[in-house]
């Protein structure tokens, strides 16, 4: 690809539930150091997240329970149309470097099937990597799942997901043991305020449709760009072992071409809280020539 400038931008992609504000400490961080940054809002997130008026406060479970969601026909290749046609802007101006946490993983490793000559590489943060099994749901039966926390947060769910489309959870539920268990879960590192400030960027509802699709990445397009993974060794969200299993099967696939393995020691979304780190190692990036 022809590059106007040297320095890259990093397209930040976010996870299920969430939203480009997650990425506001990591963009805050790079600006500082002098890199630019795009962070997307997927369909149906971001200002475009709905909040029905029953899901406020006071709330009102039985009638937010049947609420038809935005996102219940929100796919995987809408979610990959959106970022292939930002990559497609900013790879005017340079390299892109395309970051995926969590979910967001998903999207990423599709754009990569989709457009690898204009990628010039895939930084997944504890996200999913998808290679011998087609999906995150799939993966979730597999017994290096088998620590994470998410399970019990079942009782956060509203209404039916089979018949919503969607998964939907009460992140504005006061119960103190429900709290407790989501901070376990996805920022056991961080303070009970510093906590609760990141579940109040949270939106309720994430698209079945886009957990369940085939997001594998394929070698000879996905597989030829250049990638990193961060592995996050408190997280119990998406645990170590499984991370470890991702990096392992796509190290597999392309053996001539493996990942570059970064650890933190965070939970599943505490590396928020450590800008300083991600940018750090997204710097060695870019001192590596990509």
Known sequence: MSTHHDSPTFVLVHGSCSSSFMWAPVQRELALRGHRSFAVDLPGHGFDAQYPVAYQAPQDLEAWATEPSTLATVTLQHNVDMVVDVVRRVAQYGPVVLVGASLGGTTVTQVGNAIPE????????????????????????????ADSLIAP??????????????????????????????????????????????????????????????????ADTWGTIARTYIRLTSDRTLPVAMQDRLIAEADALT????????????????????????????????????
């Open 118 to 145: 204009l990628v010039d590489r895939l930084v997944y943060i504890s996200a999913w990597s998808c290679v011998q099994r087609s999906s995150p749901v799939e993966y979730m039966q597999e017994p290096e799942f």
């Open 153 to 218: 947060l079942y009782a956060l769910n509203v209404g039916d997901p089979a018949e919503l489309g969607v998964g939907r959870a009460n992140y504005r539920t006061a119960d103190p043991a429900l709290l407790a268990a989501i901070k376990a879960a996805v920022m056991a590192d961080a303070t009970d305020e510093q906590f609760r400030a990141f579940l109040n960027i949270l939106q309720p509802d994430e698209s079945l449709a886009v957990m369940s699709a085939d997001a594998r990445g394929q």
């Open 255 to 290: 053996p001539d071409n493996p990942y570059d393995v970064h650890t933190l020691d965070t939970s599943h979304t505490g590396f928020v809280l450590r800008p300083a780190d991600v940018v750090g190692i997204l710097e060695q990036l870019i001192a590596e020539n990509l």
